[in-house]
T-cell receptor, first 112, second 109 residues
């Protein structure tokens, strides 16, 4: 069966520090991968998605970047965190166009 | 116009009642819709998928899709306190899903 792993679960980082969040999917190949952010009490904001190795689409310009170095690995990064980067970061995957997402357990990031 | 709009809520229902949640969508060619449940502080969990007109039942949950009217709904029968959560509807947009804003349901014991 397919599983999605996301870590760490919580993170407290100072302003200006770098960020690296990792997401891996097991039990499937060539998944579509997604990074979302959810601010407190708000909806889901799509940050990046990838339909293949090395392919990244950015939905909104911001202080973040994403990479997909392997088929089932998706990384979210920042060189310098801002206070506004705080939120609940969710990785998700789906197998094809007509399927729903499966979300990872999320990383709660607090920038202080 | 947003691809998926979810305007109802928050919704408070007594235990044992039916909770009814609705979404409308703008893309007439959309083939599939999804309902997610998100408990506070947790990630969204897929609870229902519906691909064709009509009703789909899974336990106490019934999803309804009406392609002519472009709406999708979720009924929760015999609501339980454990159903208290935010419910998100989603429809396809290219390789992505477009989410509604969510409806927060509170089931009163």
């Amino acid at each position: 069966s397919q599983t999605i792993h996301q870590w760490p679960a919580t993170l407290v980082q100072p302003v200006g520090s770098p960020l690296s969040l990792e997401c891996t999917v097991e039990g499937t190949s060539n998944p579509n991968l997604y990074w979302y952010r959810q601010a407190a009490g708000r909806g889901l904001q799509l940050l990046f998605y990838s339909v293949g190795i090395g392919q990244i689409s950015s939905e909104v310009p911001q202080n973040l970047s994403a990479s997909r170095p392997q088929d089932r690995q998706f990384i979210l990064s920042s060189k310098k965190l801002l206070l506004s980067d705080s939120g609940f970061y969710l990785c998700a995957w789906k197998q094809g166009k007509h399927y729903g997402y499966t979300f990872g357990s999320g990383t709660r990031l607090t920038v202080v | 116009q947003k691809e998926v709009e979810q305007n109802s809520g928050p919704l408070s229902v007594p235990e044992g009642a039916i909770a009814s949640l609705n979404c409308t969508y703008s893309d007439r060619v959309s083939q599939s819709f999804f309902w997610y449940r998100q408990y506070s502080g947790k990630s969204p969990e897929l609870i229902m998928s519906i691909y064709s007109n009509g009703d789909k039942e899974d336990g106490r949950f019934t999803a309804q899709l009406n392609k002519a009217s472009q709406y999708v709904s979720l009924l929760i029968r015999d609501s339980q306190p454990s159903d208290s959560a935010t419910y998100l509807c989603a429809g396809p947009r290219d390789y992505k899903l477009s989410f509604g804003a969510g409806t927060t349901v509170t089931v009163r014991a």
